[in-house]
């Protein structure tokens, strides 16, 4: 099973997790409907494939994978999720 990544509030959507991930997990991207109101940036977890190279663009440290995080990040999965479905 894929490892679960999630971006976190401390996203400032500087798009650099956007322009390394090769599956196109990461939403809204600067030219999408809805970027300028978003909060964050979002992953996927239906296309993404946990290969981390989000994790290691992003500079300030809002990607996580959830496997080893603390409990109270557990809510950005439904965060991450809910962008998808709306």
Same mark, same amino acid.
């Given at each position: 099973?894929? +490892? &679960?990544?999630? *971006?976190? /509030?401390?996203?400032?959507?500087?798009?650099?997790? &956007?322009? &390394?991930c090769? +599956?196109?997990? *990461? !939403?809204? /991207? #600067?030219?999408?409907? #809805?970027?300028?109101?978003?909060?964050?940036? !979002?992953?996927?977890?239906? +296309?993404?494939?946990?290969?981390?190279?989000?994790?290691?663009?992003?500079?300030? #440290?809002?990607?996580? #994978?959830?496997?080893? %995080?603390?409990?109270?990040f %557990?809510?950005?999965?439904?965060v991450?999720?809910?962008?998808?479905?709306?």
């Amino acid at each position: 099973m894929a +490892r &679960v990544y999630v *971006i976190t /509030d401390r996203c400032i959507k500087d798009m650099f997790c &956007v322009e &390394v991930c090769m +599956r196109g997990a *990461i !939403h809204p /991207d #600067g030219d999408e409907p #809805g970027f300028s109101s978003a909060g964050q940036l !979002h992953i996927n977890p239906k +296309r993404c494939i946990g290969c981390s190279a989000c994790i290691e663009a992003c500079p300030n #440290g809002a990607i996580i #994978g959830l496997e080893d %995080s603390p409990a109270e990040f %557990s809510q950005f999965a439904q965060v991450n999720a809910a962008w998808f479905r709306a």
